[in-house]
């Protein structure tokens, strides 16, 4: 219990700061440390995290072009989960966990519980296909009893760096039709976190 705690106050500090994708880096492997010393960092030593926001800003660009945003889209959800449908229940163990995305009219304050679950933009690009993710969750075999733990970390973190670092060179067909939108990612079975507003000017805290 005690490490989920540090887990979800490391996410949320994470999300205050808004570092850029060195600074997160850093900032993810010291937390994993921390936190989850089990976990050998070498399984993420060969990641590229500039190739890796490379690949989250482009399948933003793919998804919004292809399928933009409706009118009455208020908030952005970006969900973690397995796209191969493998992963064990219990120990998390199995399948190939990416982000999804979609939009929804509703705000998290207006709809605190269950916000992120009503659809009104599921893009026909939804699903992700970042490298990182697949090699994180292939790395999880090796740990069955930390699994669930090692992804609130590593992959809710990591999605959480990548959208405060990839919506500059798209933003602005994000808000066509709105001055703002809230943005939140996580598992819709855990933790929910809202990543902040976009805005003009950028990613800002709510």
């Not at 992700?128 to 994180?136: G, H, N, P, R």
Request: aromatic share 10%; charged share 25%; net charge negative.
């Amino acid at each position: 219990m005690e490490r989920i705690k540090k887990i979800d106050e490391f996410i949320i500090s994470l999300i205050n700061k808004k570092p850029d994708i060195e600074e997160g880096k850093r900032l993810i492997y010291d937390a994993i440390k921390q936190i989850i010393p089990i976990y050998n960092i070498s399984s993420l030593k060969g990641l590229d995290f500039d190739r890796t926001l490379i690949e989250f800003e482009n399948w933003l660009v793919q998804t919004v072009t292809s399928d933009p945003l409706p009118i009455s889209c208020k908030s952005i959800w970006f969900g973690l989960a397995d796209v191969t449908n493998k992963e064990d229940a219990t120990t998390g163990v199995g399948g190939e966990i990416q982000m999804t995305i979609k939009g929804t009219k509703y705000l998290p304050q207006t709809r605190p519980k269950d916000w992120y679950k009503k659809d009104l933009w599921d893009a026909t690009s939804k699903t992700a296909e970042i490298k990182a993710f697949k090699t994180i969750s292939n790395s999880l075999k090796n740990y069955t009893e930390d699994a669930q733990d090692i992804q609130n970390l590593v992959l809710v973190s990591l999605a959480a760096l990548l959208i405060i670092n990839g919506f500059d060179i798209i933003k602005h067909e994000f808000l066509i039709y709105q001055n703002s939108l809230v943005i939140g990612c996580g598992y819709e079975t855990g933790n929910q976190y809202i990543v902040g507003k976009l805005v003009e000017d950028g990613l800002i805290n709510c």
